[in-house]
């Protein structure tokens, strides 16, 4: 993939931007970058704060594969998050499945929100908290920089080359169809698995497998298997 790197001191969401270029034509590779959002989006209608000092950035891909296995790009995505955490910061994070990077403590350190119009184009949108002041995280939230957390100072350039570096190998591999090792990969980096885990909507039950199509299985306390296709998990206290 080559990138093209466009940067905007503000926008109100990376995600919109990118969108209204993905439908009026443009190429696959344009990577959005906005010092702060306006109206930043999260998953289920949530709210993004994004004040400066985070990596605020949309990435648009015309993926060629059938949209169904159009889920695997954010598990994808989540894992190159993880690897760029790793080189930039030598911190080992792990993916709440679907898509949250946490760190070793669980507090969040980026999110996901993966937007798609198949079988033209998807959008994914990253947001994470390099060096965000602790004071601008909503009370509610257990959230934490990277910057607080590393033995080195990180910074949002960097990021951006190591998670645009780690991202684009893990995108070949997926228009090639070599799910296999997208998969190894979110098993292993996985905070889920193992884990026992509520839905919003009040299913629990043990994480026992991601499946060949990106799903969480989850076995419940009645031994009955339970597949999750893109729902928000809570993981209960171990
Ligand atoms: C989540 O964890 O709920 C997903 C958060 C995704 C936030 C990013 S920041 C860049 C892009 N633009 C948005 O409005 N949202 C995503």
């Not at 991202?167 to 228009?175: K, N, W």
Request: charged share 30%.
């Amino acid at each position: 993939m080559r990138w093209r790197v466009e940067r905007v001191a503000q926008c109100a969401s990376t995600n919109d931007v990118v969108r209204e270029r993905a439908a009026s034509g443009e190429p696959e590779g344009l990577v959005l970058v906005a010092a702060r959002q306006t109206a930043g989006r999260g998953r289920a209608g949530r709210a993004w704060t994004s004040p400066a000092g985070g990596l605020w950035v949309s990435i648009l891909a015309r993926p060629r594969r059938a949209s169904e296995s159009w889920p695997l790009l954010s598990l994808l995505a989540a894992n190159a998050v993880a690897e760029a955490c790793r080189q930039e910061a030598d911190l080992e994070a792990r993916v709440k499945w679907p898509n949250d990077v946490l760190a070793p403590d669980g507090r969040k350190l980026a999110g996901i929100l993966a937007e798609s119009r198949p079988p033209d184009f998807a959008i994914l949108g990253l947001g994470v908290n390099v060096a965000v002041d602790p004071g601008a995280f909503p009370a509610e939230a257990r959230a934490a920089s990277l910057a607080d957390l590393a033995a080195k100072p990180v910074a949002v350039d960097a990021f951006l080359d190591a998670l645009l570096d780690a991202l684009a190998p893990r995108l070949e591999a997926f228009e090639r169809g070599d799910d296999a090792a997208l998969l190894a990969e979110a098993r292993a980096r996985s905070a889920t698995l193992g884990r026992r885990i509520r839905t919003q909507d009040g299913r629990s039950g043990y994480a026992v497998d991601i499946d060949d199509a990106g799903h969480l299985l989850l076995r419940d306390d009645a031994g009955r298997s339970i597949t999750l296709v893109a729902d928000d998990v809570h993981l209960e206290r171990e």
